[in-house]
């Protein structure tokens, strides 16, 4: 009852304690449905893809940034029928605030951008372009039976205060590169480039209404998933004869005079950047945010298996829509890239590597009387700037070699009563065998020569 919450919470709650109660050992094992654990050999591949995309924003001078994951649902709220609104994860808290884990980062991102303008004029007070990125946890409400996950960590590129393509041509250069990184090529993957300015002169023609071109928009996503008669429906139920719509998705333009400024010019500076292979325009590609205002486009995996890598696009009404009239002129353009399709794609390429775990020494006391003296040691090294394991319970070499290769030590570090007596301190080489023995290589080391080893 204090908890609240609905029947299944009261269901799983009273299966809870019924199991602690009954000291039943399966007590809720598992995260919540559609969310995932990192033990230490998942948080290693999730650091590795990490380190790579922060190793991309930083190669293009973007800066880190992060904000709470709980935002007032007020900032996610819009009206074109977006998937990504309509399965927030959202709840009243205490206070009686209407909140939800974020679903998506940008509208975070326009937040800040905000906090830092005067509305009244319109003048940001940082200097632009403002080039930012961040992997933030996003989370959705879906339903489980489609086995889809909650959340998931998606990469953010966004650049602030730039209305030419090359702010468009930056973050795709920076995608490229962190897909290089990886070891992909235009072989396995390619990005999908299209000007939703070309749909809008299409539905601007057929009469549509520009209140309706976001929602438009919206509606051609699906056609992958609902196909043309599904998007023709949809359509139709908006009031808006489909055909020239589906004729202007179906056009598939060889020669580059048609895709219209903006896209030509950055395909000619991704020529330069050596990055063009991996463009392809397509002009079916619009992407389900209604706010994308000019060119968006897809990264996806040239098999076609899998959902979209990554996404994103122009958005230079988003903060003239939260800050008001005077901020009409702040032009942006991002993109987001979750971890979870990009990590299926590596693995079906074999190109997640054995990542184990690591550390420079072991630390190991023949007794307890030498736990002092290891100690002393463990600190010796550290203050050197190596990182120690120690043995927190006495072993002899076997079991220290075992516990060495286990923390994928480079050396282990033996206190010995005789040796220690000495000032000295035994350290075996776990990586190098000596070539005539062919026996771990040791060493009585001084204890104040410890840091150079
Ligand atoms: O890509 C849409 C999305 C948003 C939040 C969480 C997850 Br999983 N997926």
């Known amino acids: ?57 930083v190669a293009f001078s973007f800066k880190e940034y992060d904000a709470p994951v ?95 393509v090359t702010a468009e041509v930056e973050l795709l250069g920076a995608m ?21 300015k070309l749909l809008d002169k299409t539905m601007k023609d057929a009469g549509v209404p520009e209140e309706l071109f976001s929602r438009v928009c919206v509606v051609v996503d699906k056609l992958d998933k609902i196909g043309a008669d599904g998007v023709a429906e949809m359509l139709s139920e908006l009031g808006i004869s489909p055909e020239p719509i589906l004729q202007t998705l179906a056009a598939c333009r060889e020669d580059d005079s048609s895709l219209g400024e903006d896209v030509e010019l950055l395909f000619d500076l991704a020529e330069a950047y050596g990055f063009r ?22 990264a996806f995996d040239r098999k076609g298996e899998l959902r979209a890598i990554a996404g994103g696009g122009r958005y230079d009404k988003l903060l003239e829509l939260y800050g008001g009239a005077k901020c009409r002129q702040i032009p942006c353009v991002g993109f987001g890239f979750g971890d979870c399709v990009i990590l299926e794609l590596l693995d079906d390429k074999r190109l997640v590597p054995e990542l184990k775990p690591e550390v420079d020494f072991v630390v190991c006391p023949f007794s307890r009387k030498e736990q002092t003296a290891v100690a002393m040691v463990a600190s010796k090294l550290r203050e050197s700037g190596f990182s120690v394991d120690v ?44 070539s005539t023995t062919g026996e771990a290589k040791q060493r009585d080391v001084p204890f104040s020569d410890l840091p150079n080893l």
């Open 1 to 57: 009852e204090r908890l609240g919450g609905g029947s299944k919470t009261r269901k799983a709650i009273e299966a809870a304690i019924a199991a602690a109660n009954k000291e039943d050992p399966t007590f809720l094992l598992e995260p919540p449905s559609g969310t995932r654990d990192f033990e230490p050999a998942d948080m290693r591949v999730r650091s590795w893809l990490f380190k790579k995309m922060k190793d991309a924003a």
């Open 70 to 164: 709980l935002e007032s649902v007020a900032l996610f709220e819009r009206k074109a029928g977006e998937e990504i609104t309509q399965q927030m994860y959202n709840f009243t808290d205490k206070d009686g605030e209407r909140v939800a884990l974020r679903p998506e980062m940008t509208p975070t991102l326009a937040r800040l951008v905000l906090k830092n303008t005067n509305l009244a004029t319109g003048e940001v007070r940082v200097p632009l372009p403002l080039k930012w990125f961040s992997i933030p946890q996003c989370w959705r409400f879906e339903t489980t039976q489609r086995g889809r996950k909650r959340e998931h960590y998606q990469w953010n590129m966004d650049i602030v205060g730039e209305k030419s």
């Open 176 to 196: 490229c590169y962190f897909f290089r990184s990886l070891g992909l090529t235009e072989e396995d993957v390619r990005i999908r480039v299209n000007d939703r």
């Open 391 to 434: 043995a927190l319970s006495p072993r002899k070499a076997r079991a220290a070699f075992d516990l060495a290769n286990r923390a994928g030590a480079r050396m282990v570090a033996f206190v010995a009563p005789d040796e220690w007596s000495r000032g000295l301190v035994r350290v075996k080489d776990m990586l190098h065998k000596d």
């Open 277 to 298: 292979e991996f463009l392809v325009f397509d002009p079916s590609v619009v992407r389900g945010l209604a706010y994308y205002t000019g060119i968006v486009f897809e």
